[in-house]
C-alpha cells in the first residue's frame, strides 16, 4: 500500500477537498476517491516518511512469528490467529501492521501478500518465506524457521557491536583526553612562559598551542567540519561508488576481511537453508539471499551465479571458483546438492562459520584492545611532554641561572 495525496471537487456542494489516501495504485486511489462522490483534480504519490522512534525491533518480529506458528499449529484459523498476537504485542507500530494485515486477510488476500504491503516491517525473505509455507501448507514450520534464522542474524550482528563497543570507548576518551588538554592545560603554559621573555617554548609544544589556538577561535568552524564530513561520509556510502568502496574495504582490510567474509558466509547459508527448507525454488532463493547478504561485492557474485545455474551448472559449480565464497560453501552444497539435502548441508556451513565468527571477533577483540591502549599512551606521552618539557625547561634555566 502507498500514501497519495490529492485535490478533488466535491459534487455536492462545490467545496476543494485536499486529503490522503492509502491504496495499491494512483488508479486504485482515483477510484476510491470518486466512490465518496469527489472529482479527483489532481493526485500524486506520498513517500512515507521514516519515523526511526517507532522501528519493529527484531525481537518483536520474531515474538510474532513465534505465536502466530504456534497458534496455527494448535489449529486456530489465521485471521484468529493474527487477531491473538495483535493483542499480545507490546510494539505499538507492530500492532497497527498487524490490525491492518488481519483486515487485508479477511479480505481474500493471503498472509504473504499482506505482509508485503510492509517492507518497513517485513523484508523480502520474510515475506517470500511465509508465501512458500501458505503454497506448501507449512505455514507454522516455516514461521518457526523463520524466528530462528531472525534470531540468528540479530545474534551475531548484536556480538559484532558488542565487540566494537570498547575501541569505541577507548576512542572517545583519546578524543576527550586531547581536547582538554589542548584547550584547558596548553594554553597556561603559555601563560606561564609570558613571564620569561628570553624563554622560548620548544617546537611541538608551539605546534599544540597553534592548534589549540584554532580550536579555541574557530570553534564553530571546527564544528562545522566534523558535522560535514559525517553527514557527507553517510551520503557518499550510501551512493552507488560508495558502497562499492566500502564493501571491497570490509573483504580486503585484514583482520577486519576474514570477519566479515565469515558474516556473509554464515548469512548466506543460514538464509539459503531456510528458504529452501520452506519451499522456495532455488533461483528464488538466490535472488532474495543476495538481496540479504548487505554487501554488493557478493551480491554480484551471487547474481553472476543464478545467470550459471540458469544456463545448466548445479549451485556448488557456481560459485566454486568465486574467490568471494570460502571453499568450505561450495563443498557442502555439493554434498547437498549430491544426497538431496541441501538445505541441512547450508545450515551445517551456517553452523560452522558462526562458531567461527565467534572466535573471530574473540580474537579481533584480543588484538585491538592491546593496540588501542597503546596509542592512547602515545598519544597521552606526546601530550605531556609537550606541557612538561616547557616546565622543566624554566626550572634548569633558574637553576644554572
Given at each position: 500500500m502507498a500514501n497519495f495525496s490529492f485535490e478533488a471537487r466535491n459534487t455536492l456542494d462545490g467545496s476543494l477537498v485536499k486529503s490522503t489516501v492509502e491504496a495499491d495504485s494512483e488508479k486504485s486511489a482515483a477510484q476510491l476517491i470518486q466512490s465518496r462522490g469527489l472529482v479527483v483534480l489532481s493526485i500524486k504519490g506520498v513517500e512515507a516518511k521514516k519515523n526511526y522512534f517507532n522501528k519493529?525491533?527484531?525481537?518483536?518480529?520474531?515474538?510474532?512469528?513465534?505465536?502466530?506458528?504456534?497458534?496455527?499449529?494448535?489449529?486456530?484459523?489465521?485471521?484468529?490467529s493474527l487477531q491473538m498476537v495483535e493483542k499480545q504485542t507490546d510494539s505499538k507500530p507492530?500492532?497497527?501492521?498487524?490490525?491492518?494485515?488481519?483486515?487485508?486477510?479477511?479480505?481474500?488476500?493471503?498472509?504473504?501478500?499482506?505482509?508485503?504491503?510492509?517492507?518497513?516491517?517485513?523484508?523480502?525473505?520474510?515475506?517470500?518465506?511465509?508465501?512458500?509455507?501458505?503454497?506448501?501448507g507449512t505455514l507454522?514450520?516455516?514461521?518457526?524457521?523463520?524466528?530462528?534464522?531472525?534470531?540468528?542474524?540479530?545474534?551475531?550482528?548484536?556480538?559484532?557491536?558488542?565487540?566494537?563497543?570498547?575501541?569505541?570507548?577507548?576512542?572517545?576518551v583519546m578524543i576527550a583526553l586531547v581536547g582538554f588538554m589542548l584547550t584547558s592545560v596548553l594554553p597556561q603554559v603559555q601563560t606561564l612562559y609570558a613571564g620569561f621573555p628570553n624563554a622560548h617554548l620548544p617546537g611541538p609544544t608551539l605546534l599544540l598551542l597553534s592548534i589549540s589556538h584554532l580550536v579555541k577561535t574557530f570553534w564553530w568552524a571546527t564544528l562545522l567540519i566534523v558535522i560535514a564530513i559525517f553527514f557527507g561520509s553517510r551520503a557518499w556510502v550510501r551512493t552507488e561508488n560508495g558502497k562499492i568502496f566500502f564493501d571491497k574495504l570490509k573483504l580486503s582490510v585484514k583482520p577486519f576481511n576474514r570477519l566479515f567474509k565469515k558474516l556473509y558466509m554464515a548469512r548466506f547459508s543460514r538464509t539459503g537453508?531456510?528458504?529452501?527448507?520452506?519451499?522456495?525454488?532455488?533461483?528464488?532463493?538466490?535472488?532474495?539471499?543476495?538481496?540479504?547478504?548487505?554487501?554488493?561485492?557478493?551480491?554480484?557474485?551471487?547474481?553472476?551465479?543464478?545467470?550459471?545455474?540458469r544456463g545448466g551448472k548445479s549451485l556448488s559449480q557456481a560459485i566454486e571458483n568465486d574467490k568471494n565464497f570460502l571453499?568450505?560453501?561450495?563443498?557442502?552444497?555439493?554434498?547437498?546438492?549430491?544426497?538431496?539435502?541441501?538445505?541441512?548441508?547450508?545450515?551445517?556451513?551456517?553452523?560452522?562459520?558462526?562458531?567461527?565468527?565467534?572466535?573471530?571477533?574473540?580474537?579481533i577483540s584480543t588484538l585491538i584492545e592491546p593496540l588501542l591502549m597503546i596509542l592512547l599512551g602515545v598519544v597521552a606521552l606526546v601530550i605531556v611532554a609537550a606541557v612538561l618539557g616547557p616546565i622543566y625547561g624554566l626550572a634548569g634555566q633558574n637553576i644554572g641561572g
Open positions: 519493529i525491533k527484531t525481537k518483536d518480529r520474531v515474538l510474532f512469528a513465534r505465536q502466530l506458528s504456534t497458534l496455527i499449529n494448535a489449529g486456530l484459523p489465521l485471521v484468529k507492530l500492532k497497527v501492521i498487524l490490525s491492518k494485515v488481519q483486515a487485508s486477510v479477511e479480505s481474500g488476500k493471503s498472509l504473504g501478500d499482506s505482509l508485503k504491503d510492509y517492507p518497513e516491517a517485513f523484508n523480502n525473505i520474510f515475506v517470500k518465506m511465509v508465501a512458500a509455507g501458505e503454497i506448501s507454522d514450520k516455516t514461521l518457526e524457521r523463520l524466528a530462528f534464522q531472525q534470531e540468528k542474524d540479530a545474534e551475531i550482528i548484536s556480538k559484532i557491536r558488542g565487540a566494537m563497543t570498547y575501541p569505541g570507548i577507548i576512542v572517545v537453508s531456510t528458504l529452501i527448507s520452506s519451499g522456495v525454488p532455488l533461483i528464488q532463493m538466490l535472488e532474495v539471499t543476495s538481496e540479504a547478504i548487505s554487501n554488493v561485492i557478493i551480491e554480484k557474485s551471487i547474481q553472476n551465479a543464478i545467470k550459471l545455474v571453499d568450505l560453501v561450495p563443498n557442502m552444497i555439493r554434498i547437498g546438492e549430491e544426497s538431496g539435502t541441501l538445505d541441512a548441508m547450508m545450515g551445517k556451513a551456517a553452523d560452522y562459520y558462526e562458531k567461527e565468527l565467534e572466535d573471530e571477533i574473540k580474537n
